[in-house]
């Protein structure tokens, strides 16, 4: 990934983005941060974080027009959020501890600033704060300007004074009585000091420059506040009713603009967000309950503490979050896109150290339910699968990953499983069925039966082909296996004659359309939809009520989703939809290899997806079914609708185990080739013979623990063959290992009774290799 | 998950082959191009090692993933 491409992904999650409340204020107050610390009582937390941006809160808290309210998200629910009167309860019921100063070094370059009221003040703040030995000018004989206007019922004197005060304290030297223009010239101040503003927006005075006070008009740059004369920065004429929190942030710009002015640095650079703007936040109100303004019980003294907590709760803490909503994984890992990103990068870019994201960016389903929610169409699938094949580009994918799947799949691309047949007894093949390697594993019946009925019910002839299309290595991000596994299936689909695909498997047809869209391929599901259903599948107009879950791979599939939902209705059952189904499923928690990254989390997946309908599912993928029914929900494969005299009884048949799977694979091909065909398949591996009595308890631990029957075999072909093995003569048990590939299996195993195989008593593995040598 | 192979049956495995007890000895079991010598139970004789169930699925899983991780 290049940095380039990084900052494009990061810029797409908008999570960070400010909420529109503080993009709308002018001096972009922290609103969300000042709720949150009031809704948890704590007036002081949130009196700090307003005081971060706004320096007379309890002043503004008063006055101030609140531009934040025309864009709450609350507006449309209640009514937005009464932000002032907020501002001003912090302000009231606010520990009154003065700010702490942080100890900036003092500059020696001074800035003069004419004008007392909010906006020379704020300017005046701003840049002693910053170390800037500042002098302010005011005509009259107080500080506040215009604020002396506003009714002492609204803003009590006592408040203004109090808290103008913060501007002497912060350093701040006053110069009362003295106007500009009598005695005072603006070039004398631009002899003493370095920098000068002014803030000069009082009736009677001409407020837009410098020239004001020598009869000319000089604009002034609204941007910088910069004037024609250098060092010489103005208030601009605004249209419009005087606003206090706009002559606050015009102040604020105009202290930016002195502070870079005296540094001699850009006075334009990265200043696009000053003043009001709107967010690119997207906040997603649906189903949010209307909540109305808490009331003040007493007006004039405003919001009391037990209120103003209440009238906090309202807000709705504006944030995105939409894929992370949906998406248990993203969820998971505690963060969102643009962190997780960043992450990602990182982790590809490091040379030395730990690559801390790599389970993370393993743990994906890649179903990209993400990009569906996403305001910006931020695709973590797409990334997730890209930065897997960085990984394996620089040899860095952790080789315990995947391997289990990758070996699944070169056992179903082999001898074992794989096969290419035109229907008996003819040379060619209209169309050829690809039920894909995980309903074959899963219920290889099914399998027949279906090959049986398109051979029986489309008139043409119907080839068969098994084998896996690839996806483990393609999710794998192993583009050299996936690309092995394209070709061999381009080859054997060339030699029937490249018949039309019919596609029992969602996955299957996901990799074909995108990887081989020369290829015809149409859904099983789609081709039932439209020749008829298997005579066998009971039609009837009252069966229930199901929910349907769609696997991941249909996300886009649109004409498939629909013909499930038809064959369903001419089924007799009813749909009751799972609140995110269609475009916007879920991935069961295989998708991605999930299961085998992360095998907790995956099963947090399917324990979410489970939960989210008391009814029974149907689905359209054997993994999906198999998933669902292991953590206890009822669910059905579509088939077991079409194909099973009792389909209820199968909404809880467990799917195979990892060996299983192998077995009906091997046993489908060999029961295919002597019924179908008349072909006798040889046992292809000697080791393959060797019996075993596994007990059920020992069975479900080497499930948990990815042993295959063919490695215990193995080993025990192995330790028998070579006599390497312990002993217990206590137990009789024998204990041996063997390391055909880069895992190294042991089994505890006794030979059964009458000499007919073994018993397994245990088994584990690991990757390191022993080193062995006779040397002590 | 220790049930078959406890404390007590450690000392009770003994080369099948040669027909004498484990004695502990230095052995070297290497990863991703990195090698460690530890010290395992092995045959004195003819050098069949024993890896514990308990140190293939604790210490040796956790020493392959931080391998693989970094």
Redesign the interface.
């Known amino acids: 990934m290049e940095q380039k491409e990084l900052r494009g992904l990061e810029d797409r999650c908008i999570q960070e983005y400010a909420p529109p409340c503080t993009a709308a204020c002018p001096i972009h107050v922290d609103v969300r941060g000042m709720m949150g610390e009031m809704s948890r009582g704590d007036p002081e937390a949130a009196l700090k974080i307003v005081r971060k941006t706004l320096p007379f809160p309890g002043i503004i808290g008063r006055i101030c027009e609140q531009p934040c309210r025309a864009v709450c998200n609350r507006k449309n629910a209640g009514g937005s959020l009464a932000v002032a009167a907020l501002e001003r309860a912090c302000a009231d019921l606010g520990a009154h501890q003065p700010e702490k100063k942080l100890p900036m070094p003092r500059k020696n370059r001074k800035v003069a600033v004419v004008g007392g009221g909010l906006g020379g003040l704020t300017a005046a703040l701003d840049l002693a704060k910053k170390g800037y030995p500042v002098v302010l000018f005011e005509a009259r004989d107080r500080l506040g300007g215009r604020l002396w206007d506003v009714p002492e019922e609204i803003l009590p004197r006592s408040v203004i004074t109090a808290e103008l005060n913060v501007v002497a304290q912060a350093g701040v030297e006053l110069r009362l009585k003295t106007p500009l223009g009598t005695g005072l010239s603006l070039a004398d101040l631009r002899t003493e000091f370095e920098a000068v503003y002014l803030s000069l927006r009082i009736e009677g005075h001409k407020p837009d420059g410098p020239g004001s006070s020598d009869g000319e008009r000089a604009p002034v740059d609204p941007a910088t506040m910069a004037t024609g004369q250098p060092g010489v920065f103005a208030t601009p004429l605004r249209e419009g009713s005087y606003s206090p929190i706009l002559a606050i942030s015009d102040a604020r710009r105009a202290a930016v603009s002195i502070d870079r002015y005296l540094q001699k640095v850009s006075m334009t650079a990265a200043r696009q967000n000053e003043g009001p703007y709107v967010t690119r936040l997207y906040t997603n109100t649906a189903g949010i309950a209307p909540l109305g303004m808490i009331p003040m019980a007493d007006g004039r003294a405003g919001y009391s503490l037990d209120e103003a907590v209440q009238e906090a709760r309202r807000c709705l803490q504006c944030q995105c979050l939409e894929c992370v909503k949906v998406c248990a994984y993203l969820e998971h890992y505690g963060s969102y896109p643009k962190k997780y990103v960043r992450e990602i990068y990182n982790n590809l870019s490091i040379v030395m150290g730990h690559r801390q994201a790599n389970q993370f960016i393993n743990s994906c389903s890649l179903c990209s339910l993400c990009r569906e929610v996403c305001p910006e169409d931020l695709d973590m699938g797409a990334v997730c699968r890209q930065a897997r094949r960085t990984m394996v580009d620089q040899g860095r994918m952790p080789a315990s990953t995947h391997e289990f799947a990758l070996r699944d799949m070169q056992f179903s691309n082999s001898e074992e499983f794989a096969l290419g047949r035109h229907p008996p007894g003819t040379t060619a093949s209209e169309y050829v069925f690809f039920p894909g390697c995980q309903l074959s594993a899963s219920a290889p019946g099914q399998v027949e039966r279906v090959y049986a009925q398109l051979r029986e019910a489309l008139g043409v002839p119907v080839g068969l082909m098994l084998r896996c299309c690839g996806a483990p290595a393609e999710w794998a991000g192993r583009m050299d296996l996936f690309q092995i596994a394209l070709a061999d299936f381009r080859r054997a689909h060339q030699a029937l004659g490249s018949p039309r695909v019919i596609l029992a498997c969602s996955t299957c047809y996901r990799m074909f359309q995108t990887y081989l869209p020369e290829i015809e391929g149409v859904s099983l599901w789609v081709l039932l939809d439209r020749q008829g259903l298997p005579a066998r599948a009971t039609l009837s107009d009252q069966k229930g009520i199901v929910s349907i879950h769609d696997p991941c791979t249909t996300r886009g599939e649109q004409s498939i989703q629909d013909s499930v939902r038809r064959i369903l209705a001419r089924l007799g059952y009813q749909i009751e939809e799972l609140p995110l189904s269609r475009e916007k499923t879920e991935c069961c928690g295989y998708g991605g290899l999930m299961w085998l990254a992360n095998r907790p989390l995956a099963k947090g997946v399917v324990q979410r997806r489970i939960a989210e309908s008391p009814l029974d599912y149907v689905t359209y993928c054997a993994m999906c079914r198999d998933l669902f029914v292991a953590q206890g929900k009822r669910s059905l494969h579509l088939l077991d609708l079409l194909l099973e005299a009792d389909p209820e009884s199968r909404s809880m048949r467990p799917g195979p185990g990892y060996s299983q799977r192998h077995e009906n694979r091997a046993r489908l091909k060999r029961k295919l080739l002597k019924e179908v065909w008349g072909e006798e398949m040889p046992k292809l591996q000697e080791y393959g013979k060797i019996t075993l009595n596994i007990p059920a308890e020992v069975q479900s631990r080497l499930e948990e623990r990815l042993i295959l029957v063919e490695d215990i075999q193995q080993v025990i072909a192995h330790a028998e063959s070579t006599g390497k093995k312990l002993v217990n003569p206590q137990t009789g048990h024998f204990l041996a290992y063997h390391r055909p590939g880069n895992v190294t299996y042991w089994v505890e195993y006794s030979p059964a009774p009458k000499g007919h195989g073994f018993a397994i008593h245990n088994a584990y593995s690991h990757r390191m290799l022993i080193e062995e040598s006779k040397k002590l | 998950?220790t049930e078959?192979?406890d404390q007590t049956?450690r000392s009770?495995?003994?080369?099948?082959?040669c027909g004498i007890a484990?004695q502990p000895?230095?052995?070297?079991?290497?990863?991703?191009d990195n090698?460690y010598p530890v010290e395992?139970l092995?045959c004195?004789r003819?050098?069949?090692?024993?890896?514990p169930?308990e140190i293939?699925?604790g210490k040796?899983?956790e020493?392959?993933?931080?391998l693989?991780?970094?």
């Open positions: 998950m078959t192979i049956q009770n495995w003994r080369c099948a082959a484990l000895g230095k052995v070297t079991v290497s990863y991703l090698a395992l092995r004195p003819c050098g069949l090692t024993w890896v169930e293939a699925l040796m899983a020493v392959e993933k931080a693989e991780d970094k």
